[in-house]
T-cell receptor, first 112, second 115 residues
Framework: DAKTTQPNSMESNEEEPVHLPCNHS???????IHWYRQLPSQGPEYVIH???SNVNNRMASLAIAEDRKSSTLILHRATLRDAAVYYC?????????????FGKGTLLTVNP | ETGVTQTPRHLVMGMTNKKSLKCEQH?????MYWYKQSAKKPLELMFV???????ENNSVPSRFSPECPNSSHLFLHLHTLQPEDSALYLC??????????????FGAGSRLTVL
């Protein structure tokens, strides 16, 4: 499976933007980049996903590098409720790469 | 009720017990998944079902037995478990299992403790 690399932890202040990086140098042309987050004592929650172009939704923005070997999840104004583990995952279509394989993710701490 | 619902939320069982975890989705999805999350470990995919047919068994011991009677319900039957099987068991669903664009919706999980 194609792998992703994320920092173990990051810290932010409330109401400031947060940029969570993810490296995926072995990404294939059909792999989608997915981001999920997991709040304490809850199941993972979908945040955003994209293939080649940058994406925006009500929760976040996803910036994808032109060579697709890295991406950045952007939380525009962090709140205390955004404190969670954020997972960057590649998911392909068909074959064995359809699996959503979770790594350790980035633990985001938001300071009041 | 909407989303993915898992019951029970907490379960304590002895090693000789037989119990079941239940998952129900009201999203009209065709694929359902079981994941295991042990303490301080990443989520591990256990099983994938598509339209009630198992399409993935990720080398899971036979003491875990999944059942998918219809596309809305998924069970995980547990028997003769070991203490190291204590974990958070998460159910998820998606529109289909093969497309990379598909998004998974997770339940809140069932916290299992094996004594």
């Amino acid at each position: 499976d194609a792998k992703t690399t994320q920092p173990n932890s990051m810290e932010s202040n409330e109401e400031e933007p947060v940029h969570l990086p993810c490296n995926h140098s072995t990404i294939s042309g059909t792999d989608y980049i997915h981001w999920y987050r997991q709040l304490p004592s809850q199941g993972p929650e979908y945040v955003i996903h994209g293939l080649t172009s940058n994406v925006n939704n009500r929760m976040a923005s996803l910036a994808i590098a032109e060579d697709r070997k890295s991406s950045t999840l952007i939380l525009h104004r962090a709140t205390l409720r955004d404190a969670a583990v954020y997972y960057c995952i590649l998911r392909g279509s068909g074959g064995s790469n359809y699996k959503l394989t979770f790594g350790k993710g980035t633990l985001l701490t938001v300071n009041p | 009720e909407t989303g993915v619902t898992q019951t029970p939320r907490h379960l304590v069982m002895g090693m000789t017990n037989k119990k079941s975890l239940k998952c129900e989705q009201h999203l009209g999805h065709n694929a359902m998944y079981w994941y295991k999350q042990s303490a301080k470990k990443p989520l591990e995919l256990m099983f994938v079902y598509s339209l009630e047919e198992r399409v993935e068994n990720n080398s899971v011991p036979s003491r875990f037995s999944p059942e998918c009677p219809n596309s809305s319900h998924l069970f995980l039957h547990l028997h003769t478990l070991q203490p190291e099987d204590s974990a958070l068991y998460l159910c998820a669903s998606s529109q289909d299992w093969i497309s990379g664009a598909n998004v998974l919706t997770f339940g809140a999980g069932s916290r299992l403790t094996v004594l």
